[in-house]
């Protein structure tokens, strides 16, 4: 059988986090008197904790000092545990336990590949760490998406060429990681928001065994 190398985002992909990211840095931002909607979010979700600060900042037009930043920073991640910590297996998408079971049917290799540094925990709350052959989050990579940084770890912890990876994510800067990675990126959100992804879908629940049959092979 073909082996290809499948790669998930795990926030807004795998469990709906995102809203929990947009809380926290929405009660942040409303704290240091900045508007913070839908929009502004939309903006940071796959981007690190640190960057999505600065430009939280920018947007602003904030300056604060070094020892300021981390205590925000701190504080974010704080808030966003304290979601974390209620989480169960509710909270999984629709669907996605019966794709990472397909793959494993077929016995293609399968990783994570978030910008979240809390990554390993959200897996073991939700119970899904065992699905994964490999899993790279915030704390392996150098460099935050949209730089292809950490497909290309996965790939390489899969054994796989990146050109017969395919990654699943639901932010502009994922899709274009994904893209720059020489992966086929597979959108999982809105066609006005992730036009630039090879194939996009609202959720899993669209997505075939067929179509899935049909990456492996191809
Ligand atoms: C990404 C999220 O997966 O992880 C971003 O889409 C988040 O919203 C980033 O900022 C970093 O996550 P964490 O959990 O390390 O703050
Ligand atoms: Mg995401």
Known sequence: MNKKGFIFDLDGVIVDTAKYHFLAWKKLANSLGIDFTEVENEQLKGVSRVR????ILS???KTISEDKFM?????????YLSYISKMDEDEILPDVPKILNLLKDKEQPISLGSASKN???ILERVNLKKHF????DGNDVSKAKPDPEVFLIAAKLLNVKPEHCIVFEDSVAGVEAANAANMVSIGIGSEDVLGH???IFKDFTEISNEFINSLIEN
Do not use: C, F, P, Q
């Open 133 to 136: 052959d490999a899993i790279v």
């Open 119 to 121: 990554a390993r925990t």
């Open 52 to 55: 999505s600060l600065e430009k």
């Open 197 to 199: 992804a090879k194939y």
């Open 59 to 61: 947007w602003g037009h």
């Open 71 to 79: 205590e925000l920073m701190s504080a974010k991640n704080t808030d």
